[in-house]
């Protein structure tokens, strides 16, 4: 099984400002990795696929850059409703796994 | 408009079974591979398991296999989680999801459903 570690586990950010969050692969995943964002008492969506492609009417202020075993997700100015948490996930070979989250919080 | 309307969930006494449903609308459900995915209260997401678009194929996580079983219904648009044996850790809201891309495995979670809550409890 591929263990994806994300760190780290909470940012405190100032609206306004960027964040930057990463995921690690134990193995190789290629560029098969995706970025979801999920809200207290939401599903979670689908922000980042393929590493680094937007996902439908995901703002371009989110960015994903990294292949292989590491990766990135950067909110270049985070506005008040990018406060959530953030979960990356493989998709390149079974079982699926995801990372354990990152709480991106306010400052 | 992609749709995913889950419902199943409820209280279980462990040991006991429920079946899960979800209905998809807005795309052409027999294109896509189809996933469950399930979130503990306060934890992270766990993937559960996968269907082929066919419903030849299946995946299973290992803390499920041999006790869910999933399957789905084209003519009906929808999908199914059939847990048995069910235990106190398999307390959690159960999100189905769409795969991304059509005909294929390999592809993100790109739409999901509101989720349905099970409780596993005496």
């Known amino acids: 099984e591929i263990v994806m570690t994300q760190s780290p586990a909470t940012l405190s950010v100032s609206p306004g400002e960027r964040a930057t969050l990463s995921c690690r692969a134990s193995?190789?995943?290629?560029?098969?990795l995706a970025w979801y964002q999920q809200k207290p008492g939401q599903a979670p969506r689908l922000l980042i696929y393929?590493?680094?492609t937007r996902a439908t009417d995901i703002p371009a202020r989110f960015s994903g850059s990294g292949s292989g075993t590491e990766f990135t997700l950067i909110i270049s100015s985070l506005q008040s409703e990018d406060f959530a948490v953030y979960y990356c996930?493989?998709?390149?070979?079974?079982?699926?796994?995801f990372g354990q989250g990152t709480k991106v919080e306010i400052k | 408009e992609v749709q995913l309307v889950e419902s199943g969930g409820g209280l279980v006494q462990p040991g006991g079974s429920l079946r899960l449903s979800c209905v998809a609308s807005?795309?052409?459900?027999?294109?896509?591979?189809m996933s469950w995915v399930r979130q503990a209260p306060g934890k992270g997401l766990e993937w559960v398991s996968s269907?082929?678009?066919?419903?030849?194929?299946?995946y299973y996580a290992d803390s499920v296999k041999g006790r869910f079983t999933i399957s789905r219904d084209n003519s009906k648009n929808t999908l199914y989680l059939q847990m048995n044996s069910l235990r106190a850790e398999d307390t959690a809201v159960f999100y189905c999801?769409?795969?991304?891309?059509?005909?294929?495995?390999?592809?993100?979670?790109?739409?999901w459903g509101q989720g349905t809550l099970v409780t596993v409890s005496s």
């Open positions: 393929g590493a680094s």
């Open positions: 193995q190789s995943v290629s560029s098969n």
């Open positions: 996930q493989q998709y390149d070979t079974w079982p699926r796994t």
């Open positions: 269907i082929s678009g066919s419903g030849a194929s299946t």
């Open positions: 999801a769409k795969v991304h891309l059509p005909s294929t495995w390999s592809g993100s979670f790109d739409y």
């Open positions: 807005g795309f052409t459900f027999s294109s896509h591979a």
